[in-house]
């Protein structure tokens, strides 16, 4: 079992930057590769970035490529995504996930563990 836990979200305006976080305990955190997805009202949860275990490779949606970048710290359990130039249609919900495999990192049910999310808002 992996618990994961987000943090970092908020209000931002259109522009801004924000780092989110997701901390990992149970498992070895580095057994797992990671991602992060967003769930906006009324939509489908949405692939945003992935991770590699060791963290040498990275896929990255078009919607924030250039904009978005994914980072992890195997010693300090922890998961990072780095937001900046943010848009309004960035505003969701943020949920970080761990995978066993790396298959099929840019669907949800290549994941086997999620966050429980945290809200980032972005004003125009």
């Known amino acids: 079992q992996v618990q994961l836990v987000e943090s970092g979200g908020g209000l931002v305006q259109a522009g801004g930057s924000l780092r989110l976080s997701c901390a990992a305990s149970?498992?070895?955190?580095?057994?797992?590769?990671m991602g992060w997805f967003r769930q906006a009202p009324g939509k489908e949860r949405e692939f945003v970035v992935a991770?590699?275990?060791?963290?040498?490779?990275?896929w990255t949606a078009d919607s924030v490529k250039g904009r978005f970048t994914i980072s992890r710290d195997n010693a300090k359990n922890t998961l990072y995504l780095q937001m900046n130039n943010l848009k309004p249609e960035d505003t969701a919900v943020y949920y970080c996930?761990?995978?066993?495999?790396?298959?099929?990192?840019?669907?949800?049910?290549?994941?086997?563990?999620w966050g429980q999310g945290t809200q980032v808002t972005v004003s125009s």
């Open positions: 996930a761990a995978a066993r495999t790396t298959i099929t990192l840019r669907a949800p049910g290549g994941y086997d563990y």
């Open positions: 149970g498992r070895t955190f580095s057994n797992y590769a």
């Open positions: 991770i590699s275990r060791s963290g040498a490779s990275t």
